[in-house]
Every structure is written in structure tokens, then in C-alpha cells.
């Protein structure tokens, strides 16, 4: 069992910066798979970024190539996402998922494990 916490999301001007950090409980983050989802009211959530369990390989939509880091330190069971070049479409809910596999999914139906969600806001 895995629980997951979302911190960092806030409001921020468009072309800034933002960190978001989900921090895992439980001795076998190092076996999940973690990805990034975002939602916005309405909407089904969308795949922005994944990282496979040992952080050798990385995943990201097109829509945020180039302008988003996904990272994990499994000694400290958190996954990061550095989010730069921030659009006001980037506005959304932040969430982060993981699931016991080597392998990364894209898909939120793939994921066992959701955190509460980090609310991004980018002003124009």
C-alpha cells in the first residue's frame, strides 16, 4: 500500500516556474512506476509526464516537451516535476500516480495508487 502526497502547486504568471513534489509512504516506492496526471473541471485527465522505477527512462506529453522535468529521488520516495514556461493552459489539477511495474503507463486506469491533486494556476 502506497499513500501519495502532492505539494508546490500555486498561482504563477505566465513564463514562471513551478516545482511540484509527491511524497510516497510505504518501503516499495522504489518498485512503482510514477507518472504525473492533469484534470480540469469537466475533463478526463490527461498524461503529462512518467519515470520507470529506477529513473532511466522518462515520458512526456507533447504539449509539455521541453518545458517539464520529471525526477524521482527513491531515496527520499518522492517523484518531482519542474514545470518552466508556464502557459495559462497548463492551468489545471496536478496529480500524482503510481503503479508496481517497471514499466510506464499513460493511461490513469493503469495506476493503483492517486494522490489529492495540486491545483496550478498560470495568470496571462
Known amino acids: 500500500q502506497v499513500q501519495l502526497v502532492e505539494s508546490g502547486g500555486g498561482l504563477v504568471q505566465a513564463g514562471g516556474s513551478l516545482r511540484l513534489s509527491c511524497a510516497a509512504s510505504g518501503r516499495t516506492f522504489s518498485y512503482y512506476a510514477m507518472v504525473w496526471f492533469r484534470q480540469a473541471p469537466g475533463k478526463e485527465r490527461d498524461f503529462v509526464a512518467g519515470i520507470n522505477r529506477s529513473g532511466s527512462s522518462v515520458y512526456y506529453a507533447e504539449s509539455v516537451k521541453g518545458r517539464f522535468t520529471i525526477s524521482r529521488d527513491n531515496a527520499k520516495n518522492t517523484v518531482f516535476l519542474q514545470m518552466n514556461s508556464l502557459k495559462p493552459e497548463d492551468t489545471d489539477v496536478y496529480s500524482c500516480?503510481?503503479?508496481?511495474?517497471?514499466?510506464?503507463?499513460?493511461?490513469?486506469?493503469?495506476?493503483?495508487?492517486w494522490g489529492q491533486g495540486t491545483q496550478v494556476t498560470v495568470s496571462s
Open positions: 500516480a503510481g503503479r508496481d511495474s517497471y514499466y510506464v503507463g499513460t493511461y490513469e486506469t493503469e495506476y493503483d495508487y
